[in-house]
């Protein structure tokens, strides 16, 4: 079966700049499909979102990726600097442009897999399914492009509703002709019906998480990821109450948040506890500035996945400390399946869709969206409760397993599909 899935915005690690990076949703799906034996091209971007720099590839051409029965087709654009920016909507137009002027001149294929975002590409991908006889199924992983007019109000003060009405008719377009329409979370899917007059209740609509494999940390490692922590200065065998903070360390979190309170924390408090930030961002100098007079908050900058499970299995607490608006309360961010995957529990301002994952008690904890004095004491209670927030959580591993468990979730996505093909 012929197979094509696309997406941007993704690191591709079958190229070697690329390759200590993780798969994340379409990679990884791409190289299993692959694997079972379908013949799969990914279309992505030859500009890097994560890395903002131009792929040493060829433009539009094949190229192999070196797992058998899986080639990549990189677009070009002219890429850009910053995640807000015109350029980047003028990079956006580049793709989309590149995807109808080459798709036609590629081996017709059974099922085209495109995730949503980018607008351009799912309106150009749905338009090639219709012409092509191909179906054509979208894959929401984030609310584009409503988050931009929330986004642009929050910064300037100023209504902008309207203002990407361009994109709301190739949404509205593209979801209504598409065959299909999955999903990271129901949130999502419910705003795709409501949002853009796409029918309810088509049997052919699904949810499929974002997913892991489980981690599996060899005993012989363990020495030399100790050492490669202690290098950090994270001593993981110290006894202290680890909280973790793993992702883009930007400001349009609710970063700023904690770190005020790691500045309120009382010094007793601050001695029973270790605050570990990895990830890179604008927030990074602020987070250097708050570690050097707060030896409890230690940054250790971009990991590998490898490291930062090795983190997580010497942790307790995973902190998640997000800006409550209405793209996070639908979603289900990547790291709270690494926090489940290691049994923590999660610290977090979030509601939505997070809440819905367990009732079980002290699994989540909150603490409201900008209220740093209330977090200093949500931090300071569990410090003073050590010897309960040091076990693992049960909950935790429970969510990880029925939901966002790759060796289950993933090939009922792949056989999906394939009756899609079918069909």
Not at 103 to 129: F, H, K, N, Q, R
Not at 245 to 250: K, P
């Amino acid at each position: 079966m012929k197979i094509w899935i696309i997406c941007t915005g993704e690191p591709v690690p079958f190229l070697p700049d690329e390759a200590d990076n993780r798969f994340l949703r379409a990679g990884r799906l791409a190289k299993f499909l692959a694997e079972a034996g379908h013949r799969v091209t990914w279309w992505t971007a030859g500009f890097d979102h994560y890395g903002k720099r131009q792929r040493p590839v060829p433009a539009c051409a094949p190229v192999d990726s070196g797992t058998a029965g899986l080639d990549l087709i990189f677009l070009p654009s002219r890429g850009y600097t910053r995640h807000m920016s015109v350029r980047r909507f003028l990079d956006h137009r580049d793709v989309g442009a590149a995807f109808r002027r080459h798709a036609p001149s590629a081996d017709v294929p059974d099922v085209i897999l495109c995730s949503y975002p980018l607008i351009e590409l799912a309106d150009a991908a749905v338009a090639y399914g219709r012409l092509h006889g191909v179906p054509v199924v979208l894959d929401v992983r984030d609310l584009w492009p409503d988050i931009h007019y929330e986004r642009i109000t929050a910064r300037t003060g100023l209504p902008v509703k309207g203002l990407f009405l361009p994109y709301e008719v190739q949404a509205r377009r593209a979801f209504r002709r598409a065959d299909a329409v999955v999903a990271i979370t129901s949130g999502m899917l419910d705003w795709v019906h409501r949002r853009f007059g796409r029918v309810r209740g088509l049997s052919q609509d699904r949810v499929f998480r974002q997913v892991k494999d489980r981690p599996e940390m060899s005993a012989d490692s363990a020495p030399a990821l100790d050492a490669y922590w202690a290098g950090k200065g994270v001593d993981l065998a110290n006894g202290k109450l680890r909280f973790v903070w793993s992702g883009s360390i930007v400001p349009d979190t609710d970063g700023p948040t904690l770190l005020q309170a790691v500045r309120m924390l009382e010094p007793d408090t601050a001695a029973r506890i270790e605050i570990v930030i990895c990830g890179v961002g604008a927030l990074v100098p602020a987070v250097e500035a708050v570690a050097a007079r707060h030896p409890c908050l230690k940054y250790a900058g971009w990991v590998s996945e490898r490291e930062l499970n090795h983190l997580l299995a010497r942790s307790h607490v995973g902190l998640l400390c997000y800006l409550d608006r209405p793209d996070f309360q639908m979603s289900t961010p990547n790291k709270v399946i690494d926090y489940c995957a290691a049994g923590l529990r999660i610290l977090t301002n979030l509601t939505g869709e997070i809440a819905a994952l367990s009732d079980a008690p002290n699994f989540l904890i909150h603490y409201p969206t900008g209220h740093a004095k209330a977090l200093a004491e949500r931090i300071t209670a569990l410090a003073a409760d050590r010897d309960h927030f040091v076990t693992k959580s049960d909950a935790a591993y429970a969510v990880f397993d029925a939901e966002f468990d790759a060796a289950r979730v993933q090939p009922a996505f792949a056989y999906y599909l394939e009756a899609m093909a079918r069909r």
